[in-house]
Structure formats: C-alpha cells, structure tokens
C-alpha cells in the first residue's frame, strides 16, 4: 500500500502562483509513474500533468506552458508548479502513483482561482 499526502492548495487571485506537493511512503517512489488530476464541481475527474519514473512529461492544452510537475526521488515527492492560475483552474489537485496496474490516490488539495 503507497500512501500520498498532497500540500500546498490554497486561495490565490488570478495570474498568480502556487506550488503543490506529494509526498509518497514507501521505497518503490522512484518507480512509479506519477500524475497531478483536478475535479471541479460537477466535472469529471481530469489529468493536468503526468511524469513517468524515466522523467517523461506531459500535459493536456488547457495548461501547457502554464503547469509544470517534477519530481525528486530523494524525497519521494512530486511538484506541480502553477502559474498564471486561472478561475477555471479551481477544483480539487489529486496526486496519483501508478505502479503497474496498481494505482493509488492522495486526499486532494483545494486550489481556488478568485479575486
């Protein structure tokens, strides 16, 4: 079982920034492929930015050029910088570990887009 703790959300104006985090237990992090997903209200859950173990990226257009994820395997930890945040951007940021078929959630952070 992996455990993920994501941090960071919070209340931020339009065209500002935030930095979101997860954190992972266990010692198989550098394996796994990692993804940030967000759910608006009445929405479907969405990917917004993927990383494989190898350091692949990828991004839907929505936030291409806008969202970067990283990862630092020394610290079990992914990233999801995000800037020129927008109100459409608000929803709740998901961390997701994908070991094989295996896959496995955090809690969910809250990012809200407002002035």
């Known amino acids: 079982q992996v455990q993920l703790v994501e941090s960071g959300g919070g209340l931020v104006q339009p065209g500002g920034s935030l930095r979101l985090s997860c954190i992972a237990s266990?010692?198989?992090?550098?394996?796994?492929?990692m993804g940030w997903y967000r759910q608006a209200p009445r929405k479907e859950r969405e990917l917004v930015a993927g990383i494989t173990s190898g350091g692949t990226t990828n991004y839907p257009d929505s936030v291409k050029g806008r969202f970067t994820i990283s990862r630092d395997n020394a610290k079990n930890t992914v990233y999801l910088q995000m800037n020129s945040l927008k109100p459409e951007d608000t929803a709740v940021y998901y961390c997701k570990a994908d070991w094989g078929a295996t896959g496995y959630w955090g809690q969910g952070t809250q990012v809200t887009v407002s002035s």
């Open positions: 266990g010692s198989r992090f550098r394996f796994y492929d």
